[in-house]
């Protein structure tokens, strides 16, 4: 401690598979909150709630983390800022990892995919592109079984680095875990790791 919590993001099942696995409390966006059973759920999860389309609004978020994280308390985030299908990991946003480097604590590089029983990528779970809340529940409770994969990795020390670097570097670890491009890549196109680890 203090330790931040840094994951892919594919499904709004995402929150639960985590807080099954670590006590934590996340940072989301404020239209969550609007969405029925799922928004109640999350805010009694104890959520913060960012307003992206508010610039200013990172800052009280920040502060909100910065107070939660020195107080002992884990933080998850979602560092891409949207969802995907499951099928690659986006560049990470740093923004809201400054308070983690401020507090010299500890990034938690989480990846999270969902499966078929057989192993292959299940789509139906992810909450991403047009399809809307109503179209994943119905998704989802047409599979018999989906399996999450969770890979918890090697946490890294934050202090000292750059929020950018933090940002990258973690991103990077989670798509090498499940066997994806490294983020900002397409499938088949040439690639590399940092060249510096921090």
């Not at 029925?36 to 992206?52: D, E």
């Not at 990470?92 to 480097?101: A, I, M």
Request: contains cysteine; positive net charge.
């Amino acid at each position: 401690r203090p330790l931040l919590v840094l994951s892919n993001h594919v499904s709004w099942l995402d929150i639960f598979v985590i807080r099954s696995h670590i006590e934590c409390l996340f940072v989301a966006k404020s239209e969550i909150r609007g969405w029925p059973l799922v928004g109640w759920l999350v805010a009694k999860q104890g959520t913060v709630f960012v307003q992206r389309a508010r610039r200013h609004d990172t800052s009280r978020v920040n502060s909100a983390l910065e107070t939660a994280l020195t107080e002992g308390q884990a933080m998850a985030v979602f560092p891409e800022g949207t969802t995907t299908d499951g099928t690659e990991v986006k560049p990470f946003h740093g923004s809201l990892l400054q308070p983690l480097v401020q507090s010299g604590g500890f990034a938690l590089p989480l990846a999270l995919g969902y499966r078929y029983p057989d192993g292959r990528p299940n789509d139906k779970a992810a909450y991403a592109g047009d399809r809307s809340l109503w179209e994943s529940t119905v998704l989802l409770a047409s599979q018999p079984e989906i399996v999450v994969e969770l890979h918890v990795l090697e946490a890294v020390h934050a202090q000292g680095k750059h929020r950018r670097d933090l940002a990258e570097f973690c991103s990077a670890r989670i798509a090498e875990a499940l066997n994806l491009p490294p983020p900002g890549r397409r499938r088949g196109t040439p690639g590399g790791l940092p060249a510096a680890t921090p």
